[in-house]
């Protein structure tokens, strides 16, 4: 069920920036790691990036090196700095956190938001 709360989704020219924003609903979050997720319209949702307890990041493939996944607020909100946007970045946006980080996919996370959308324009 959704219990987190996305933000900072707009419309930007190829090439621009969004930061987009997660806030957890209470302090069971600060140990969680917490992920990124992305769905474009007919396609299913792929893993964009995450983050564990100790900072620790990664990326997929087709983000790496321009999208940043960060933590603030005593880790109760979760940031996806996206630079160097491209069309085929574009598509809903999700945060899902995952209590143990344990899973491997998104069908294991326990907490999801409703997404914010993103789209880019070329």
């Known amino acids: 069920q959704v219990q987190l709360v996305e933000s900072g989704g707009g419309s930007v020219q190829s090439g621009g920036s969004l930061r987009l924003s997660c806030t957890a609903p209470d302090d069971n979050y600060r140990s969680y790691c917490m992920a990124w997720f992305r769905q474009a319209p007919g396609k299913g949702r792929e893993g964009v990036a995450w983050i564990d307890t100790d900072g620790e990041t990664t990326y997929a493939a087709a983000v790496k090196d321009r999208f940043t996944i960060s933590q603030g607020n005593g880790k109760l909100t979760t940031y996806l700095q996206m630079d160097s946007l491209k069309p085929e970045d574009a598509g809903m946006y999700y945060c899902?956190?995952?209590?143990?980080?344990?899973?491997?996919?998104?069908?294991?996370?326990?907490?999801w938001g409703q997404g914010t959308q993103v789209t880019v324009s070329s």
């Open positions: 899902a956190a995952d209590p143990d980080c344990s899973a491997v996919t998104e069908f294991e996370y326990t907490s």
